[in-house]
């Protein structure tokens, strides 16, 4: 059975750093493009950071560009997500998603990150 | 990248059918026919129900369709059911493996 397991969230103070984990079962995350997803509290949904099978190429939103970065780490199937100068606006769900726009889209119950002093 | 414009609510009888616009730009959603639709239930994760504007994965009922005409995309849920409440959003592959979310519909099933 296909899930995706999101951890590391928390709360963290503004310009601090954190690590979101999202660990796969019943697949593998290189042999799929992998994304990291947003949702701010009662708002809608924001794509933030892409990385493609083969893990050499990455996207990321304007939004996050130069603070976060998508990685993975094949030896525990995990797809991870690297959060630096964190702002109060970061505050959200983060869900990874797998094969976002395709067939085999499936997402993570997601995990939250609070930025606040 | 603004985000895909989609009614905030939208709602019908048991029974009847509604449809959920979603609706962009030459450079997202008529750019290509990658066009998805997510439903989420509150404090769940949002969940597939149609890629590539029109295909639904397996488990789906064939109750939801997708269409796409020129920058509007467009979901049809039929013979609505209470369960069918729920949040909805359309999502657009943008260029250069970037994506862009619809603003999210609410549906209420009268």
């Known amino acids: 059975e296909v899930q995706l397991v999101e951890s590391g969230g928390g709360l963290v103070e503004p310009g601090g750093s954190l690590r979101l984990s999202c660990e796969a079962f019943?697949?593998?995350?290189?042999?799929?493009?992998m994304n990291w997803v947003r949702q701010t509290p009662g708002k809608g949904l924001e794509w933030i950071a892409y990385i493609n099978g083969g893990g050499d190429t990455t996207y990321y939103a304007e939004s996050v560009l130069g603070r976060f970065t998508i990685s993975r780490d094949k030896a525990h199937n995990e797809l991870l997500l690297q959060m630096n100068s964190l702002r109060v606006a970061d505050t959200a769900i983060y869900y990874c998603a797998r094969d976002l726009i395709g067939i085999s889209a499936y997402w993570g119950q997601g995990s939250l990150v609070t930025v606040s002093s | 990248q603004s985000a895909l414009t989609q009614p905030p609510s939208a709602s019908g009888s048991s029974g009847q059918s509604v449809t959920i616009s979603c609706t962009g730009t030459?450079?997202?959603?008529?750019?290509?026919?990658?066009v998805s639709w997510f439903q989420q239930h509150p404090g769940k994760a949002p969940k597939l129900l149609i890629s590539?504007?029109?295909k639904r994965p397996s488990g789906v009922p064939d109750r939801f369709s997708g269409s796409k005409s020129g920058n509007t995309a467009t979901l049809t849920v039929s013979g609505l059911q209470a369960d069918d409440e729920a949040d909805y959003y359309c999502c657009s592959y943008a260029g250069s493996s970037t994506f862009v979310f619809g603003s999210g519909t609410r549906v209420t099933v009268i």
């Open positions: 030459s450079s997202d959603v008529g750019y290509s026919n990658y």
């Open positions: 019943g697949f593998t995350v290189s042999g799929y493009s």
């Open positions: 590539e504007v029109n």
